[in-house]
C-alpha cells in the first residue's frame, strides 16, 4: 500500500511540477499583461482599449492584419492544395528534390524572404530593372500589401502542401477508382471528392497559416513601407524609437490574444462540423500522366517551387559576392563570410546553445506529458494539456511581451539572460512537440508497459525504460522539425534578446535592418544550410521521403 502510494505521489508531484511550471512562465505572465493593459497608476482603467478603438489609425492595422491573413492564407491554398493532388497521385520526375526544397521554402525565417525579394523586386531590384529595361518603365515594386501576401504566401503554402499530403495518404484508391467509373475525373474529381474528403485538413492549415501570416512581425516591418499591421504596432509601441507605451502595447496584445482566440474556436467549429475518420485500406498509387496534362502538371509544379526557392537561391548568389562597405561591388568572394567569422561568431554560438537548451527542454517536457496525458487521465491533467496548447493561439510577440511585463522587476529579474531566451522557444514549440508525442504514444499498447512491471520495473521506470525508445523515432523526428522552427524564430526574440544573448537569425534581421547586405547574405545562407542539413536528418532518421504533418 506505501509502495502504491509512493508511486502514485511521484507522478502527481510530477503533474503538480509541470502545472507550476506553466503557471509561472505562461499563465503568470499573461495575467500581469492583462493588469498591465487595464492600469494606470495602480488604478483600474479601460483607457488604453478605448484609445485603441477610439483612434482609426489602430481600427486600420486591425484591417490590415485581417486583409494580409485572409489573403495570404487563401493564396496559400490556391497554391498548395493543388500542389498537394499533383504530387501525391502522380509521378512527377526530382519529387525528393522538390519536397526538399518546399520544406526549406516553409522552414526559412519569412523575414530573410522579404529581405530577398526587396533585392529582386525592389526599386532597385535585379528584376525590377530588368523588367524596366525591356518594357521602359519600372513595374510595381514589392513594397506594400501586395508584396507582404506575395512574400507570406510563398513562404506559408508549403505548409498546406504538407497538411494536406498527409491527408490524400488516409484517401482509399478504391474511392477515386469509383469515382472514375462513374464519370467523374480531372478538374471534377479533384473539386466533388478530393476536396470534400480533405476539408476537415483544409481548414487545419487554414488556420495555421493565417495564424502564422497574422503574427508575422518581419515581413510587414521590411517592406510594408507605412502599410503597419498588429505585430509592428505592438512592438513600436513598446521599443519604439520616437516613445513607448507599455500599458497600450499590453492592451494591443490582449486585444490580439482574444481575436485569435476566437479565430481558433471558429476553425475548431468547422473541423468538428466536417470531421470524420479515413483509413485507407489501399493507399494512393501515383501514375504517370500524359500528353498534355503532364506538361502542365509538370509545369504548375516546378513554378510554384521555383517562385518560392528563388529569393533562397538569390540570398546565397549574393552572400558570395564581393562588397564595398554596405554595398554589393563586382566580382565574387569569400569577404562576407571572413567578416561574419571574425565578428559574428557569439551569435552561431548562441544559436546552438540556446538552441539545443531549448530543444532538450521541449523534448523532455512533450514526452512526460504525453504521458500523462495518455496514460494517466485526470483532471489535473487535462488542465496541463490545456495549458500546453495555449501558445498555440498566442503571436510570438505577444509571448515575448508578457515574459517582459512578468520578469523585468523583482524578485525575479529574467529580462536580458540566456534562461528567458530558452523559456520563450519552449513556450512558443511545445504544442507541437506535445501533439506529435501524444499521437506515437497513442498508437503503443498500454501492455508493454504492463509486461515491464510484471517484471518488476516501477511505473515511472516502465515507462522510460520500454515505452520511451519505441517513441524513439518519432521523438527525433519532431525534434529535428522542432530544432528546424527554434534556430529560425524572430518574433519573440527580437523583443527578448539583447547583445550577450543575440541568435544568428537575430544577427541576420540585424544586418537587414541595418543594411549591411553581404553579412546578411552570408548567415542567411548558413542558416539555410542548417535547415537544408537538418531536413536530411530527418528524413534519413524517419526512413521516410515524404514529410508531412
Not at 499573461?30 to 482609426?56: C, H, P, Q
Not at 526544397?101 to 533585392?119: D, E, N
Not at 504525453?370 to 500546453?388: E, H, K, P, W
Not at 520578469?407 to 528567458?420: A, S, Y
Request: glycine share 6%; net charge positive.
Amino acid at each position: 500500500m506505501d509502495r502504491a502510494k509512493k508511486r502514485m505521489d511521484v507522478w502527481m508531484m510530477l503533474s503538480l511540477a509541470i502545472l507550476v511550471l506553466y503557471g509561472l512562465f505562461l499563465i503568470y505572465p499573461l495575467i500581469r499583461l492583462l493588469i498591465e493593459s487595464v492600469s494606470k497608476d495602480g488604478r483600474f482603467t479601460a483607457e488604453y482599449f478605448v484609445k485603441f478603438f477610439s483612434n482609426s489609425y489602430y481600427g486600420e492595422t486591425l484591417l490590415h492584419s485581417f486583409e494580409l491573413s485572409i489573403a495570404a492564407t487563401l493564396v496559400s491554398l490556391i497554391l498548395g492544395v493543388p500542389l498537394a493532388y499533383f504530387y501525391n497521385l502522380y509521378e512527377i520526375k526530382g519529387r525528393n528534390l522538390i519536397q526538399i526544397i518546399i520544406i526549406l521554402c516553409c522552414m526559412s525565417a519569412p523575414f530573410i524572404g522579404a529581405y530577398a525579394w526587396v533585392q529582386l523586386r525592389g526599386n532597385n531590384g535585379v528584376i525590377t530593372r530588368f523588367i524596366a529595361a525591356l518594357i521602359g518603365h519600372k513595374p510595381p515594386s514589392i513594397y506594400g500589401f501586395r508584396g507582404i501576401v506575395t512574400v507570406l504566401s510563398l513562404q506559408l503554402y508549403p505548409l498546406v502542401f504538407m497538411l494536406v499530403s498527409g491527408a490524400l495518404k488516409n484517401v482509399d484508391s478504391s474511392l477515386l477508382e469509383a469515382a472514375q467509373n462513374m464519370g467523374v475525373g480531372g478538374v471534377r474529381r479533384f473539386f466533388k471528392m478530393i476536396i470534400p474528403l480533405c476539408m476537415p485538413t483544409i481548414l487545419a492549415a487554414a488556420l495555421l497559416v493565417f495564424m502564422r501570416a497574422f503574427a508575422d512581425y518581419g515581413t510587414p516591418l521590411l517592406i510594408g513601407r507605412g502599410y503597419q499591421t498588429f505585430p509592428v504596432i505592438i512592438y513600436n509601441e513598446y521599443f519604439g524609437e520616437t516613445g513607448t507605451d507599455h500599458n497600450f502595447a499590453a492592451a494591443v496584445s490582449v486585444i490580439a490574444i482574444l481575436i485569435t482566440a476566437v479565430i481558433f474556436l471558429v476553425q475548431k467549429w468547422a473541423s468538428n462540423k466536417f470531421e470524420f475518420h479515413m483509413n485507407a485500406l489501399h493507399p494512393i498509387e501515383r501514375k504517370a500522366a500524359r500528353g498534355v496534362k503532364n506538361i502542365l502538371i509538370h509545369a504548375y509544379t516546378y513554378i510554384v517551387v521555383f517562385l518560392a526557392f528563388m529569393p533562397q537561391m538569390y540570398v546565397m548568389y549574393c552572400s558570395f559576392r564581393n562588397t564595398s562597405g554596405k554595398i554589393f561591388t563586382k566580382g565574387f568572394g569569400l569577404g562576407s563570410y571572413q567578416k561574419i567569422a571574425r565578428d559574428l561568431s557569439l551569435e552561431i554560438r548562441n544559436t546552438f546553445l540556446i538552441g539545443l537548451l531549448a530543444l532538450a527542454a521541449v523534448i523532455i517536457l512533450a514526452i512526460l506529458i504525453a504521458y500523462l496525458v495518455v496514460r494517466r487521465r485526470s483532471g489535473l491533467n487535462d488542465v496541463i494539456d490545456t495549458a500546453s496548447m495555449i501558445p498555440y493561439i498566442i503571436p510570438g510577440s505577444v509571448v515575448g511581451i508578457a515574459l517582459v511585463v512578468a520578469f523585468n522587476k523583482q524578485p525575479m529579474v529574467l529580462t536580458g539572460t540566456m534562461f528567458i531566451m530558452i523559456v520563450a522557444l519552449c513556450i512558443r514549440r511545445i504544442p507541437y512537440t506535445i501533439r506529435s508525442s501524444v499521437a506515437v504514444l497513442q498508437q503503443i499498447p498500454i501492455t508493454v508497459e504492463e509486461a515491464a512491471i510484471s517484471l518488476g520495473c516501477s511505473k515511472l521506470e516502465a515507462f522510460f525504460k520500454a515505452t520511451v525508445p519505441m517513441m524513439r523515432n518519432g521523438i527525433l523526428s519532431g525534434a529535428i522539425l522542432s530544432w528546424v522552427t527554434i534556430i529560425t524564430e524572430l518574433s519573440t526574440g527580437v523583443i527578448l534578446y539583447n547583445r550577450k544573448t543575440i541568435t544568428l537569425t537575430l544577427a541576420i534581421y540585424a544586418q537587414v535592418t541595418r543594411g549591411s547586405d553581404g553579412p546578411a547574405a552570408a548567415l542567411a545562407t548558413i542558416l539555410n544550410v542548417l535547415t537544408i542539413s537538418s531536413m536530411l536528418v530527418f528524413m534519413k532518421v524517419s526512413k521516410n521521403k515524404d514529410i508531412t504533418f
